[in-house]
Each structure stands twice: as C-alpha cells, then as structure tokens.
C-alpha cells in the first residue's frame, strides 16, 4: 500500500495533510525518513513511525458509503451487486461489512465496517441510535402525520413505532420531508408513511447517530471515517 494511503487511513488525515507530514521529515520506515508520498510500504511487517511513534496497522476499517440505488445492503447475493462488490481489493481484504440495511432503491449514507462490536452497539435497539432520512412522498404531509408520527404509528404488522420526527421541507401533491427514526424495522419509513395513507418515492438516508453523509460522496463513492467521526460514533452515538 502506498504510505500517503496508510497514514490516511490510520488517522492522519487527508493524503494532502500526510504530504504535508512527509515533507516535514517526521515519517520513517525502518529507519529511514521517507518523503515520497508514493512509496509503497508493507502495512504489517515494516516499521512505521511518525515523529518517533511507530503507527500500529489497525485491523479495523470504518467507511462511509453514498449507496447508489440498484445494490444491495449485504455482504453477497447471487443475483445483485452488493455494496461490498463496490468496494477496492485493499478495503476488501479486510472484510467489513454494512451497518445495518437499506432497501435496494434507497440511497445515502451506509456505514460498513468490520468491528463487530461497534456495529451491535449501533443496532442495538436499546441505545436509540437516531437515523435520518429525506423522503419524497406521493401525498400531501401535513403537521398531522407529524403528531402521529410523534405519538407513534401502526404499522401493517400490528406493530407500534416508537416516537418519531417529522421535518416538512415542502407539502404538496408531491412533498418533501425529513424523517428521524430511532429504530429500524424492515422498510419501516415507507411502512410508516403507508400507515397514514401516502408512498415514499425516494428515499436517502442522510445520518446515523453522530454520522452524517459527506454531501462530496457521489452516489456509489465511499471514504474512510476521519478520526473525529469514528470518536464521535464510538462516545455520542
Ligand atoms: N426505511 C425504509 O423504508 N427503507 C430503508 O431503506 C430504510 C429505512
């Protein structure tokens, strides 16, 4: 891997801060400074330090995604491309996976990762973790979806959300609105909207917890989570 890569991905921000970095004689390998930002480096036996710290390789990969529509949220499927088939050999090669599901047509923000315990924690219907979602909707939404949504509404298999905020950007024959569930039942902003007579239409996740989608990622582009936003997953959730 090249060594601007690896210090990028082990938190040293951007490969144009690591060039910044490199140029300042503060990165070695095996003893010798190292300034050419394409110099490739063994990530598991060179020694790699930074201003004296060796950078131990982390087994851990964090990546946002924009999920485009037409993939699937999952690991493999015999018939789809997956967000996994969308990703590099070297984020592969770890093998991470989604943070929970969004249906085939709907875009936005998709974690994938493979620290298993980070990715419970974010599922765990316990800790509430708040997911926001813009929507167009086939209807007028009114401020009394909101209150229902608020009160929580009953979905087609007798279930009944949990409390739930209602943003409309725009109400019309076709309205706009954004959505924020702390659960996440299958399908369940369209059920939800089902359940007070209306059609999603499009749907794009824009945050999950303390994460938001990076409005530069085109749909189908991933990156991995910068420092702050990996610590803010990990405290505030
Ligand atoms: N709710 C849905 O209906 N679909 C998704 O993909 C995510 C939340």
Same mark, same amino acid.
Request: charged share 35%.
């Given at each position: %891997?090249?060594?601007?890569?690896?210090?990028?991905?082990?938190? !040293?921000? @951007?490969?144009?801060?690591?060039? &910044? /970095? /490199?140029?300042?004689?503060?990165?070695?390998?095996?003893?010798?400074?190292?300034?050419?930002?394409?110099?490739?480096?063994?990530?598991?036996?060179? #020694?790699?330090?930074?201003?004296?710290?060796?950078?131990?390789?982390?087994?851990? +990969?964090?990546? %946002?995604?924009?999920?485009?529509?037409?993939?699937?949220?999952? *690991?493999?499927?015999?018939?789809?491309?997956?967000?996994?088939?969308? /990703?590099?050999?070297?984020?592969?090669?770890?093998?991470?996976?989604?943070?929970?599901? #969004?249906?085939?047509?709907?875009?936005?923000?998709?974690?994938?990762?493979?620290?298993?315990?980070?990715?419970?924690?974010? #599922?765990?219907?316990?800790?509430?973790?708040?997911?926001?979602?813009?929507?167009?909707?086939?209807?007028?939404?009114? =401020?009394?979806? $909101?209150?229902?949504?608020?009160?929580?509404?009953?979905?087609?298999?007798?279930?009944?959300?949990?409390?739930?905020?209602?943003? +409309?950007?725009? @109400?019309?024959?076709? @309205? =706009? +609105?954004?959505? *924020?569930? *702390?659960?996440?039942?299958?399908?369940?902003?369209?059920?939800? !909207?089902?359940?007070?007579?209306?059609? &999603?239409?499009?749907?794009?996740?824009?945050? %999950? $917890?303390?994460?938001?989608?990076?409005?530069?990622?085109?749909?189908?582009?991933?990156?991995? #989570?910068?420092?702050?936003?990996? +610590?803010?997953?990990?405290?505030?959730?």
């Amino acid at each position: %891997m090249r060594i601007d890569k690896f210090l990028s991905n082990m938190g !040293f921000g @951007s490969r144009k801060d690591v060039k &910044v /970095l /490199l140029k300042s004689k503060a990165v070695e390998v095996n003893g010798e400074v190292v300034r050419d930002a394409k110099q490739h480096v063994d990530e598991v036996a060179d #020694l790699i330090t930074v201003a004296g710290e060796k950078v131990d390789y982390a087994e851990f +990969i964090y990546l %946002m995604m924009n999920k485009p529509p037409g993939v699937i949220s999952a *690991t493999e499927d015999k018939y789809d491309q997956t967000v996994i088939d969308m /990703l590099g050999d070297e984020e592969r090669h770890f093998e991470p996976f989604p943070v929970g599901r #969004l249906d085939k047509d709907t875009e936005g923000l998709l974690l994938l990762t493979n620290d298993g315990k980070l990715a419970h924690e974010l #599922l765990s219907p316990k800790k509430h973790v708040a997911k926001t979602y813009y929507a167009r909707i086939d209807g007028v939404v009114t =401020e009394a979806d $909101g209150e229902a949504f608020r009160n929580g509404v009953i979905l087609d298999d007798g279930y009944q959300t949990k409390e739930a905020f209602l943003r +409309i950007l725009k @109400s019309g024959v076709e @309205s =706009e +609105i954004e959505l *924020t569930i *702390t659960e996440g039942k299958f399908h369940q902003v369209k059920r939800m !909207f089902e359940s007070v007579g209306k059609t &999603v239409v499009y749907l794009k996740r824009l945050s %999950m $917890g303390s994460l938001e989608l990076d409005p530069d990622l085109e749909l189908g582009e991933y990156r991995y #989570l910068t420092e702050e936003e990996l +610590i803010g997953l990990k405290e505030k959730k």
